[in-house]
Each structure stands twice: as C-alpha cells, then as structure tokens.
T-cell receptor
Framework: EDQVTQSPEALRLQEGESSSLNCSYTVSGLRGLFWYRQDPGKGPEFLFTLYSAGEEKEKERLKATLTKKESFLHITAPKPEDSATYLCAVQINTPLVFGKGTRLSVIA | DAGVIQSPRHEVTEMGQEVTLRCKPISGHNSLFWYRQTMMRGLELLIYFNNNVPIDDSGMPEDRFSAKMPNASFSTLKIQPSEPRDSAVYFC????????????????FGAGTRLSVL
C-alpha cells in the first residue's frame, strides 16, 4: 500500500499556463513533507520542507502548501526551464518515503 | 562545498560480476542514505547510516547487496553477484541529523550511478 501518492503522473503545460501538482499521504505522525525537483540524469534537488497543516512556502514560480492529508505544488506562469520531475516525500522518522513523482513538461 | 560525490557515473557489467558503487557525503554530515530508482518502483531506500553505523537495512533486496561506511567521508554499496534485475540508478544522499528536529534534516543527493547488468 502506497503511503505517498502523486498525481498526475505526467503533466504537459503551455508556457504561462498555471497548474498544481498533488501529493497525498496516508501516514500518521508526519514530521515533515519535502518537495524535490529532479532533472534527467541528475539527483533530486531539494525545494521545500513543510512541517504543519496550513504552512506555505514560495520560491520563484513555485508555491507549496500543506493540509493534514495532502500537499500541493502550485506552479504559476511556468517556463520551459521548469520542466522536470517533481518528487514529494514524507518523513516519519529519519528516512524519507518518496512518491513516484510527476513529470512536468512546459512547452514554449 | 562539492556536494555528494558518487562514482562511477555509469557502470555496465555482466551478470554474475561484482559491482561496487562509491559515495563521498558532504563534509560534516552525519547521516548517509543509499537509494535505488527505477521507473516501476520509483525511489526506494536501501539502507541508511547514522555516524557511520548502519541503522536500517530493511530495504536491501537480498543478501547479494551489502553496504559499508568505514569512515565519515566514504561509503560503498556492493552487489555480488549482480543480476539483470539490479539494473537501476543508485543514489547516495547525506544529511546533518540534529536531535529533536528530524524534519529539518534535509537530504542532499548525489548525481547517481546508472547501473546496467547485461
């Protein structure tokens, strides 16, 4: 049973077309929720950590939000360079449990 | 800082051969993680170390896999004998684990080793 589910699996956007990626989780005792970006042939790159429901964090065109059951990564007016796989992960103890990711393609 | 360094970047080997993957964590970090990434299963934790001591190896698929961390600046993941189903990208990550604030222990990943077992 997956503890972390990301949707959609893949998303194709036109440049400037805003959208959201979803990460839902079923674990209890969440200590933190992490968002990473992964480019082809590279390791995941840290974006955000959220600790409690209602928390929001922003970085350039990205904004991450957290509720008690899910997190959203909102992408505002995306550019082609935002194309990547976005991974979310939950932390209960030291290890992270990752979702399978959303592959985002932004077309110029 | 140079970040987490993994070698080799690519490894092609034949079934039955021994494979050794190497990782140098970020200086000063005290936790190290080995992950495997495949299209089917995503990113899976294999084993992690705190202060060079293996804490949880429940993700290691079978006895053919072993990992060591002889000192704070080096770790290896060994597969012997290798099989075609071991083909994947293997990542090493490190973090600075501080007591009482586990959620702030951000993991930083290396570029990975792409392993192909023929």
């Amino acid at each position: 049973e997956d503890q972390v589910t990301q949707s959609p699996e893949a998303l194709r956007l036109q440049e400037g077309e805003s959208s959201s990626l979803n990460c839902s989780y079923t674990v209890s005792g969440l200590r933190g929720l992490f968002w990473y970006r992964q480019d082809p042939g590279k390791g995941p790159e840290f974006l955000f950590t959220l600790y409690s429901a209602g928390e929001e964090k922003e970085k350039e065109r990205l904004k991450a939000t957290l509720t008690k059951k899910e997190s959203f990564l909102h992408i505002t007016a995306p550019k082609p360079e935002d194309s990547a796989t976005y991974l979310c992960a939950v932390q209960i103890n030291t290890p992270l449990v990752f979702g399978k990711g959303t592959r985002l393609s932004v077309i110029a | 800082d140079a970040g987490v360094i993994q070698s080799p970047r690519h490894e092609v080997t034949e079934m039955g051969q021994e494979v050794t993957l190497r990782c140098k964590p970020i200086s000063g970090h005290n936790s190290l993680f080995w992950y495997r990434q495949t299209m089917m299963r995503g990113l899976e934790l294999l084993i992690y170390f705190n202060n060079n001591v293996p804490i949880d190896d429940s993700g290691m698929p079978e006895d053919r896999f072993s990992a060591k961390m002889p000192n704070a600046s080096f770790s290896t993941l060994k597969i012997q004998p290798s099989e075609p189903r071991d083909s994947a990208v293997y990542f090493c990550a490190s973090s600075l684990r501080t007591s009482g604030e586990l959620a702030k222990n951000i993991q930083y990943f290396g570029a990975g080793t792409r392993l192909s077992v023929l």
